[in-house]
Structures are given as structure tokens and as C-alpha cells.
């Protein structure tokens, strides 16, 4: 019996230590943390769910606080409100909690209590520069295509630049441009231009974030910028003639672009076909024709040839117009190509079965050889 107790008390710790090594694994915790006066990402790395709670301090004295409920790891942005502040030293600390709805944890009063803190992690900045600035970021903004910045600086720097793309509190996406070397005049900015990775939905809102860092000296700079994505696309070359017309279209978008071409003829005044065709679904730098035909060939003349480019909703999205100058058609009959020639028609047809009989003779032989 007190053999069989050993073992059992033996198998109980073994599965305890189990359970626990697979909690500490499975946690979630605080792997980076960057803010400054206007706004704050936070990564998380592991597994688990739970609560985040930013402050931003000073001397102490907290100015703000932001809770986030966390369903995984991932990269989650705060944005501070406009603060009325002044130069000086802040603090941003991040607080990772379990979550106390969880398994129902309440006090005496049956209040949900916080749960146990999991990560925590500070982050100190100064707002007003007293360092000087290293680099300058002239000029940044996200739209539906990607991200654009302008960098320069005073002395030659390489940086690291994060592309993060956000919805709500969370980043979508997030990659890292390493080693970006930067030029030493102030005056000659170097042009970053990003592309989504993601698809985006039409009418939805997101932010483009970007975060810009100078190991050598220890400075981080980052810019938000909210958009509305939306489709775009367009007209990059067009043909016409008197048999029919073609435009080829670029996506210009991140949003999937599914419009259709409009070819409207005109001729005398008046509107004589218009010709609608569905373009291929296009992304940005997606290019595909789209060609139709005339229901006949136009009589000679000049005729007027608009290519509208229309959107999902019916707007127009790019237009161009061209002329078209239709001629007659030149027939040639066989007696005019004969008097040509200078010689009989007699002797023009013997000529011409002469020809045919001598490739003939010709293919054959080689068909023997």
C-alpha cells in the first residue's frame, strides 16, 4: 500500500510539473514596446489570451490609460488623445494581465478582479527635442496602394523602417526593411514606397503606421496615417479603327478593381453604338486588353471614340478620347491587277497555271527525295 501511495503522490507531481511547463509555454508576454507622444505599438509574443492596460505617465502622474482585450500574439497600436503637455520626460508602461471573466474570479463584493500581471514592460521618451534629431522624415502618407515617406538627414545613417498595416487597435501586417542607408544632405530625401502584402476591402478603414530606427544612436521616430480604401484603376493605351477598339487597364489598388469598359462612337452629332464589357479583377500592377468589334465596318468619315473606365459604384474612373479617321476600302478586281501586270489575260492566266503546275512538280520530288 505505501508503495502504491509513493507512486501515485510520484505520477501526480510528474503531471503538476507538466501542466505548469505547458502554461509557461503557452503564456502570452510583452516582447517589444515603443511610444511617443501621440501613439504606442506593443508586440506580443507566445500564446493565450488576456488584458492589456497602457499608461502614460508623468512624474508618476497618470495622464492616460488604454485597455485592450488580447486574443493572441500580434503587434496592438494605441493612439493617445491630444494631450495639452510640455516639454519633458513621459513614461508609457504596458501591463499584461490574465483575464480575471475567465474563470470568474470576484471579490467579496462580487467585482471581476484583475487578474495575475503576466509582462510588463516601460518605455521612457522625451517630448520637446533636446537630443538633435539624426533624421527628418519630410513627407508621409498611406492610401489604398501602400506607404510613402520622404527620409532625409544631416550626415549619412542607415535606419530600419517597419511597415505596419492597422485596423482598429491591432496591425494587420507588419515587415521590416533592414539596413536602409540614408544620405548625409538634408536636401536630398530618399523616396520609400511601399506596396500592401494585404488584400483590402473596399470602403473599409485602416491606418498606415510606419516606425523608423536609428541603432547607431538610440532614435525611433513613427507617423500614423489613416485612410479609406478604396478600388482604382486605369486606362494605360487604347486602339481604334474602322473594325473595332481596344483599352488595356491597370489595377491601381490594393482593393480588388471590378469595372467595365464603355465604348461610346459618335459620328454626325449623334451617339451611333455603345458597346459595355466586363474588365478582368485587377490589383495594383495587373494589367489586362479588353477589345470588342464594330457591328459593321464604319463608312468613311471621322468619327468620335470615348473610352470610359467605370467603377463598382458607376462613377467614372478614368476617360480618354480619341479620333477616328475611317477611309474607303480600296477594291481591286482581277482585271484591274491583269492590265497592271502589262501582259493579255490569256497570256497572264498561262503564266499563273505554269506556276502552279511547276510547285507542284516541285513538291512532289521532294516528296520522293
Same mark, same amino acid.
Given at each position: 500500500?505505501?508503495?502504491?501511495?509513493?507512486?501515485?503522490?510520484?505520477? +501526480?507531481?510528474?503531471?503538476?510539473?507538466?501542466?505548469?511547463?505547458?502554461?509557461?509555454?503557452?503564456?502570452?508576454?510583452?516582447?517589444?514596446?515603443?511610444?511617443?507622444?501621440?501613439?504606442?505599438?506593443?508586440?506580443?509574443?507566445?500564446?493565450?489570451?488576456?488584458?492589456?492596460?497602457?499608461?502614460?505617465?508623468?512624474?508618476? @502622474?497618470? &495622464?492616460?490609460?488604454? @485597455?485592450?482585450?488580447?486574443?493572441?500574439?500580434?503587434?496592438?497600436?494605441?493612439?493617445?488623445?491630444? &494631450?495639452?503637455?510640455?516639454?519633458?520626460?513621459?513614461?508609457?508602461?504596458?501591463?499584461?494581465?490574465?483575464?480575471?471573466?475567465?474563470?470568474?474570479?470576484?471579490?467579496?463584493?462580487?467585482?471581476?478582479?484583475?487578474?495575475?500581471?503576466?509582462?510588463? %514592460?516601460?518605455?521612457?521618451?522625451?517630448?520637446?527635442?533636446?537630443? *538633435?534629431?539624426?533624421?527628418?522624415?519630410?513627407?508621409?502618407?498611406?492610401?489604398?496602394?501602400?506607404?510613402?515617406? /520622404?527620409?532625409?538627414?544631416?550626415?549619412?545613417?542607415?535606419?530600419?523602417?517597419?511597415?505596419?498595416?492597422?485596423?482598429?487597435?491591432?496591425?494587420?501586417?507588419?515587415?521590416?526593411?533592414?539596413?536602409?542607408?540614408?544620405?548625409?544632405?538634408?536636401?536630398?530625401?530618399?523616396?520609400?514606397?511601399?506596396?500592401?502584402?494585404?488584400?483590402?476591402?473596399?470602403?473599409?478603414?485602416?491606418?498606415?503606421?510606419?516606425?523608423?530606427?536609428? +541603432?547607431?544612436?538610440?532614435?525611433?521616430?513613427?507617423?500614423? !496615417?489613416?485612410?479609406?480604401?478604396?478600388?482604382?484603376? =486605369?486606362?494605360?493605351?487604347?486602339?481604334?479603327?474602322?473594325?473595332?477598339?481596344?483599352?488595356?487597364?491597370?489595377?491601381?489598388?490594393?482593393?480588388?478593381?471590378?469595372?467595365?469598359?464603355?465604348?461610346?462612337?459618335?459620328?454626325?452629332?449623334?451617339? &451611333?453604338?455603345?458597346?459595355?464589357?466586363?474588365?478582368?479583377?485587377? &490589383?495594383?500592377?495587373?494589367?489586362?486588353?479588353?477589345?470588342?468589334?464594330?457591328?459593321?465596318?464604319?463608312?468613311?468619315?471621322?468619327?468620335?471614340?470615348?473610352?470610359?473606365?467605370?467603377? =463598382?459604384?458607376?462613377?467614372?474612373?478614368?476617360?480618354?478620347? !480619341?479620333?477616328?479617321? /475611317? #477611309? *474607303?476600302?480600296?477594291?481591286?478586281? !482581277?482585271?484591274?491587277?491583269? #492590265?497592271?501586270?502589262?501582259?493579255?489575260?490569256?497570256?497572264?492566266?498561262?503564266?499563273?497555271?505554269?506556276?502552279?503546275?511547276? %510547285?507542284?512538280?516541285?513538291?512532289?520530288?521532294?516528296?520522293?527525295?
Amino acid at each position: 500500500m505505501k508503495i502504491c501511495s509513493i507512486c501515485s503522490i510520484r505520477h +501526480l507531481a510528474a503531471l503538476a510539473l507538466l501542466m505548469a511547463l505547458a502554461a509557461t509555454a503557452q503564456s502570452i508576454e510583452i516582447f517589444s514596446l515603443y511610444s511617443n507622444i501621440d501613439s504606442a505599438d506593443i508586440t506580443l509574443v507566445g500564446g493565450g489570451e488576456g488584458i492589456l492596460q497602457m499608461d502614460l505617465t508623468q512624474d508618476n @502622474k497618470v &495622464l492616460n490609460s488604454r @485597455k485592450l482585450d488580447i486574443d493572441g500574439p500580434g503587434t496592438y497600436v494605441v493612439r493617445w488623445p491630444n &494631450l495639452k503637455v510640455d516639454k519633458g520626460s513621459y513614461s508609457v508602461c504596458a501591463t499584461l494581465r490574465d483575464d480575471g471573466t475567465k474563470d470568474n474570479r470576484s471579490d467579496d463584493a462580487g467585482e471581476i478582479k484583475d487578474g495575475a500581471v503576466q509582462s510588463r %514592460r516601460c518605455y521612457r521618451f522625451y517630448y520637446g527635442g533636446v537630443e *538633435p534629431v539624426r533624421f527628418d522624415v519630410r513627407d508621409f502618407r498611406s492610401d489604398s496602394r501602400g506607404l510613402h515617406l /520622404a527620409i532625409s538627414a544631416s550626415d549619412p545613417t542607415i535606419v530600419d523602417i517597419y511597415y505596419m498595416l492597422v485596423q482598429g487597435d491591432r496591425a494587420l501586417y507588419v515587415t521590416r526593411e533592414r539596413a536602409v542607408p540614408i544620405s548625409g544632405l538634408m536636401s536630398m530625401a530618399v523616396e520609400k514606397d511601399y506596396k500592401w502584402k494585404p488584400i483590402l476591402e473596399n470602403g473599409q478603414t485602416y491606418e498606415g503606421r510606419v516606425k523608423i530606427v536609428e +541603432l547607431n544612436h538610440n532614435q525611433t521616430r513613427a507617423f500614423m !496615417n489613416p485612410f479609406v480604401a478604396i478600388e482604382d484603376a =486605369q486606362i494605360t493605351e487604347t486602339y481604334q479603327d474602322e473594325t473595332g477598339a481596344s483599352a488595356t487597364v491597370m489595377g491601381d489598388s490594393r482593393v480588388p478593381f471590378e469595372g467595365l469598359l464603355r465604348f461610346t462612337l459618335s459620328g454626325g452629332g449623334e451617339v &451611333l453604338n455603345i458597346t459595355e464589357k466586363k474588365t478582368p479583377v485587377l &490589383l495594383s500592377g495587373d494589367d489586362e486588353t479588353v477589345e470588342i468589334t464594330w457591328n459593321s465596318t464604319l463608312e468613311p468619315g471621322v468619327y468620335q471614340l470615348q473610352t470610359a473606365l467605370i467603377g =463598382q459604384d458607376g462613377s467614372i474612373v478614368d476617360l480618354q478620347e !480619341n479620333i477616328i479617321e /475611317a #477611309k *474607303p476600302i480600296v477594291v481591286r478586281s !482581277n482585271a484591274d491587277e491583269t #492590265k497592271s501586270s502589262g501582259l493579255p489575260a490569256g497570256l497572264a492566266g498561262v503564266a499563273m497555271l505554269a506556276i502552279i503546275l511547276f %510547285r507542284r512538280m516541285r513538291r512532289q520530288g521532294q516528296l520522293m527525295n
